[in-house]
């Protein structure tokens, strides 16, 4: 249910988006950079895909824990149920998104949602692809106080999907809602680095929580927003987005000479560091007024083509969200295969790299070619319209990236 649910929520989506686009541009504003939107939007469906899998490892654990520990059986039949199931669910999600500010192994998860250095509604669609592992941890108590397993779901999907109109510059302040939920205003704070908004607004749907328990911080008219994190990730691949931060932590507690300070790297606020590794290892020291974007050139050929590209793969993984349940594991996973690889190669692209070029060149060969392969066989002589259209797909996409990689080639010529 859920995937299928974010697999229909995502043209309401594209479609919000679109608007945003045309009223920030009647403002005269440029709230999107190409590379960061399609980053945002690669990493909310690579999100989608795993969690065909990864869901039945947290959903499975609160089943069985309704299953064999429930204290009471609460009948979801009946308003307050949900209403307490939603209150009790956005509770548990603010301890969830705090500690995941304020724990390295669980900022390692929650940091992709925030690498974005730019706020905008596809920004809403970053998300991790690793917070199964622990964050299940935190809804514990909704599964032994009885909230039946499809009620949970559905609460955690409201909860969701709430948040995405959030995520954008182009609402200002909310007068006394600002004071109750968690609003543009409030939720652009969260998304800050600087000193006056870290670590602040953790509120899903009730910005209540931060105020009652000491976290909340208005947007103030002086300080402007600075998006992203601290340890900026520039780049816009969507695997070392979420593995960036892992791979920080790894490297510390593998230098680090004491087993103490090895847990410690994992258990601590993000940012420290054990001071021998501090020491071998440094890093410089986070500067609001030296921060500069990661903002690679990208002619407007190539820049065009990725944007295509970018709808074609969410196209695809789109059939693959509505045909994986039918499909045998093996071609699940080449299709899953694809889609990410699919992904990498994009994000590379847009980061105007050259050698993502060839390989996106063998991309395109390779879709053609399973698009000919999954035809029925035929006389060579007896050309389908399909056929020709895989034909010309292939031809086309080659043609349009050899003269985007052309265009790269002289944007980059001293």
Same mark, same amino acid.
């Given at each position: 249910?859920?995937?299928? @649910?974010?697999?229909?929520?995502?043209?309401?989506?594209?479609?919000?988006?679109?608007?945003?686009?045309?009223?920030a541009?009647?403002?005269?504003? %440029?709230?999107?950079?190409?590379?960061?939107?399609?980053? %945002?939007?690669?990493?909310?469906?690579?999100?989608?895909?795993?969690?065909?899998?990864?869901?039945?490892?947290?959903?499975?654990?609160?089943?069985?824990?309704?299953?064999?520990?429930?204290?009471?059986?609460?009948?979801?039949?009946?308003?307050?149920?949900?209403?307490?199931?939603?209150?009790?669910?956005?509770?548990?999600?603010?301890?969830?998104h /705090?500690l995941?500010?304020?724990?390295?192994?669980?900022?390692?998860?929650?940091?992709?949602?925030?690498? %974005?250095?730019?706020?905008?509604?596809?920004?809403?669609? /970053?998300?991790?692809?690793?917070?199964?592992?622990?964050? !299940?941890?935190?809804?514990?108590?909704?599964?032994?106080?009885?909230?039946?397993?499809?009620?949970?779901?559905?609460?955690?999907?409201?909860?969701?999907?709430?948040q995405?109109?959030?995520?954008?510059?182009?609402?200002?302040?909310l #007068?006394?809602?600002? $004071?109750?939920?968690?609003?543009?205003?409030n939720?652009?704070?969260?998304?800050?680095?600087?000193?006056?908004?870290?670590?602040?607004?953790?509120? #899903?749907?009730?910005?209540? !929580?931060?105020?009652?328990?000491?976290?909340?911080?208005?947007?103030?008219?002086?300080?402007?927003?600075?998006?992203?994190?601290?340890?900026?990730?520039?780049?816009?691949?969507?695997?070392?987005?979420?593995?960036?931060?892992?791979?920080?932590?790894? $490297?510390?507690?593998?230098?680090? /000479?004491?087993?103490?300070?090895r @847990?410690?790297?994992?258990?601590?606020? +993000?940012?420290? /560091?054990?001071?021998? @590794?501090a020491?071998?290892?440094?890093?410089?020291?986070?500067?609001?007024?030296?921060?500069?974007?990661?903002? +690679? %050139?990208?002619?407007?050929?190539?820049?065009?083509?990725?944007?295509?590209? #970018?709808?074609?793969?969410l #196209?695809?993984g789109?059939?693959?969200?509505?045909?994986?349940?039918? !499909?045998?594991?093996?071609?699940?996973?080449?299709?899953?295969?694809?889609?990410v690889?699919?992904?990498?190669?994009?994000?590379?692209?847009?980061?105007?790299?050259?050698?993502?070029?060839?390989?996106?060149?063998?991309?395109?060969?390779?879709?053609?070619?399973?698009?000919?392969?999954?035809?029925?066989?035929?006389?060579?002589?007896? !050309?389908?319209?399909?056929?020709?259209?895989?034909?010309?797909?292939?031809?086309?996409?080659?043609?349009?990236?050899?003269?985007?990689?052309?265009?790269?080639?002289?944007?980059?010529?001293?």
């Open positions: 249910m859920y995937e299928k @649910v974010l697999l229909w929520a995502t043209p309401v989506f594209l479609i919000m988006i679109a608007l945003e686009c045309a009223v541009a009647l403002r005269r504003r %440029s709230p999107y950079r190409l590379g960061d939107a399609l980053g %945002s939007v690669s990493l909310g469906a690579l999100s989608t895909y795993v969690g065909v899998y990864t869901r039945l490892f947290s959903f499975g654990i609160y089943v069985a824990l309704y299953d064999a520990a429930r204290l009471t059986t609460l009948d979801d039949s009946r308003a307050w149920v949900w209403v307490a199931a939603l209150v009790l669910y956005d509770f548990l999600y603010y301890w969830n /705090r995941g500010h304020e724990i390295n192994v669980l900022w390692a998860a929650h940091v992709v949602h925030h690498q %974005s250095e730019e706020f905008n509604l596809s920004t809403a669609l /970053r998300q991790t692809s690793s917070s199964f592992l622990l964050s !299940w941890l935190f809804y514990v108590p909704m599964a032994l106080a009885g909230f039946p397993p499809r009620l949970f779901l559905f609460v955690s999907l409201i909860d969701l999907l709430y995405f109109w959030i995520h954008t510059e182009q609402i200002g302040s #007068g006394v809602l600002d $004071r109750l939920l968690a609003t543009p205003s939720h652009r704070v969260h998304h800050g680095v600087n000193d006056e908004y870290l670590d602040r607004n953790y509120g #899903g749907i009730l910005i209540v !929580w931060d105020r009652l328990f000491g976290t909340f911080q208005p947007e103030l008219a002086s300080v402007p927003v600075v998006y992203g994190t601290r340890d900026p990730l520039r780049s816009w691949n969507p695997l070392w987005a979420n593995l960036h931060t892992y791979a920080a932590l790894l $490297r510390d507690a593998a230098l680090a /000479r004491s087993w103490a300070d @847990v410690r790297v994992f258990c601590a606020r +993000p940012g420290w /560091r054990p001071d021998d @590794v020491a071998r290892d440094p890093r410089p020291a986070f500067e609001l007024s030296r921060r500069a974007k990661f903002s +690679p %050139s990208l002619p407007a050929t190539l820049g065009a083509y990725c944007l295509m590209q #970018g709808f074609g793969i #196209g695809l789109a059939f693959f969200m509505a045909m994986v349940p039918g !499909w045998p594991v093996g071609r699940a996973l080449a299709c899953l295969a694809l889609l690889g699919s992904q990498w190669i994009l994000g590379g692209l847009t980061q105007a790299r050259r050698g993502y070029a060839w390989l996106e060149g063998a991309r395109i060969v390779l879709i053609a070619s399973l698009m000919l392969a999954s035809m029925p066989a035929a006389d060579v002589r007896d !050309w389908t319209p399909a056929a020709a259209v895989a034909i010309m797909f292939g031809a086309g996409c080659l043609g349009w990236l050899w003269l985007g990689a052309r265009a790269l080639r002289v944007v980059a010529t001293p």
